[in-house]
């Protein structure tokens, strides 16, 4: 990932996904690894997710308090996919 901002819609997008299917493996472990990206790569830490009209990611980057929004149909279009076509998407337990 070259941008925070990547990094961080792609993190998002899984995180949504994941959370509304806890029991789908690929989908914790997929969230985990973009999530240790942004700690790693982008020194993101106290990642906290608000949904309002729109996303809102607060988070501390370099122990610095920082923000980002993104869309609510960007960031639920996987989801939307996923629910509309629960065939062509796998549900891998853990």
């Known amino acids: 990932m070259k941008s925070l901002q990547g990094a961080l819609y792609n993190w998002l997008t899984i995180y949504v996904v994941a959370r509304a299917r806890p029991d789908d493996a690929a ?50 279009a996987m989801l939307k996919q996923i629910e509309e076509a629960p065939e ?4 891998y337990p853990l």
Do not use: M, W
């Open 27 to 76: 989908a914790q472990e997929t969230a985990a690894f973009f999530k240790e990206i942004l700690k790693r790569d982008f020194h993101v830490t106290n990642i906290k997710v608000k949904k309002e009209a729109k996303y809102i990611v607060e988070y501390k980057k370099d122990g610095e308090e920082e923000s980002a929004c993104f869309p609510a149909e960007l960031i639920e």
């Open 88 to 91: 062509k998407y796998d549900n």
